[in-house]
């Protein structure tokens, strides 16, 4: 009990303290901020098409939901290892599925803030993969904040910061079998959680290249203290192409090309780098609203194993800018 009231107040501790390094860090780019930042998200006659894997750098309000998932087929999974050997390995799929709602709300013209929150959770869908990978489930809420720094005709620049609070839960019956052989019963577990805060940021830029065509980047470095890379430095990199063939006097359709480089993604149910790409497909007649459906393939190694896995991504996402 004591053990568990010192953790409470350590992670009280560390949310306190990123709460307050999250408002400096608003307050200090604020005052950077390009004072004649125009609102929207057009640059160069080019209304950008917006994507769920990059923050845009667009002082804009919106509500955002995207609800997916994930297939991953034959992921083996060793089970008894002696002397580096494997023995015994089960093989099953592996399904993902999340969803989250964002809600942005520019505050005059260079700032905006926003709060997402979202949850994700992986399961077999077979008796052997249950038993090998267990279950879990990811509760997430991110607070965030855009600061436009400068706006060209053709290019922007913002700056981003943000901090989130994680939870991971796992159900585990072959750590839990592992933990009775080598601990005895009254240590062993079959279910573990872990709490945590993650604080990034970093920039995101865009550039239209035309008036139906765009392209948007992001960097960012961030800290965790959730998972086996509490100690390390945490990057992120991810782009995005669009097209909009609507604004170019054609059919109101528009396509996304995507790439992610992640490792700042201890908030995922992954370890490591988590390497994505994918395309998209959106309507795109309306000002106000973007709907449209993401495909992806990603390759990461899982948190809880020591396994790779790559599933192919499906997410429906919904935009509807105020």
């Known amino acids: 009990m004591v053990i568990l009231t010192r953790r409470i107040a350590r992670l009280r501790s560390n949310a306190n303290l990123s709460l307050i390094l999250f408002a400096v860090a608003i307050a200090a780019l604020s005052i950077v901020g390009s004072a004649s930042a125009e609102k929207g998200r057009v640059l160069g006659g080019y209304r950008f098409v917006p994507s769920t894997r990059v923050q845009d750098p667009f002082i804009t309000s919106y509500f955002r939901n995207a609800t997916g998932l994930s297939i991953a087929s034959d992921v083996d999974v060793p089970i008894l290892i002696i002397d580096t050997d494997t023995l015994l390995s089960l093989s099953g799929d592996l399904l993902f599925v999340g969803a989250s709602f964002e809600y942005q709300h520019a505050v005059g013209e260079r700032v905006a803030v926003g709060i997402t929150a979202g949850g994700l959770s992986r399961v077999g869908t077979s008796g052997e993969s249950i038993i090998s990978q267990g279950v879990s489930a990811l509760f997430s809420t991110d607070l965030k904040s855009t600061i436009e720094l400068w706006r060209g005709e053709d290019v922007l620049l913002s700056g981003l910061v943000g901090l989130g609070f994680g939870n991971v839960l796992v159900i585990d019956l072959v750590q839990f079998a592992e933990d009775i052989i080598n601990n005895g019963p009254e240590n062993a577990s079959i279910?573990?959680?872990?709490?945590?805060?993650?604080?990034?940021?970093?920039?995101?830029?865009?550039?239209?290249?035309?008036?139906?065509?765009?392209?948007?980047?992001?960097?960012?470095?961030?800290?965790?203290?959730?998972?086996?890379?509490?100690?390390?430095?945490?990057?992120?990199?991810?782009?995005?192409?669009?097209?909009?063939?609507?604004?170019?006097?054609?059919?109101?359709?528009?396509?996304?090309?995507?790439?992610?480089?992640?490792?700042?993604?201890?908030?995922?149910?992954?370890?490591?780098?988590?390497?994505?790409?994918?395309?998209?497909?959106?309507?795109?007649?309306?000002?106000?609203?973007?709907?449209?459906?993401?495909?992806?393939?990603?390759?990461f190694r899982q948190l809880t194993r020591d396994i790779t896995i790559n599933p192919v991504n499906f997410a429906i996402t919904l935009r509807y800018y105020f």
Request: net charge negative; proline share 2%.
């Open 191 to 299: 279910l573990t959680m872990e709490d945590g805060v993650t604080v990034d940021g970093g920039v995101a830029a865009a550039w239209a290249l035309n008036h139906w065509a765009g392209l948007t980047a992001l960097g960012q470095i961030g800290y965790s203290n959730i998972g086996s890379q509490t100690d390390e430095l945490l990057w992120r990199l991810a782009a995005t192409g669009t097209v909009d063939f609507g604004q170019n006097d054609k059919a109101p359709i528009g396509l996304l090309l995507w790439l992610d480089v992640d490792r700042l993604g201890p908030k995922t149910i992954a370890g490591g780098t988590a390497n994505a790409a994918g395309i998209g497909v959106f309507y795109t007649g309306r000002e106000d609203l973007n709907l449209g459906v993401e495909i992806g393939w990603s390759r």
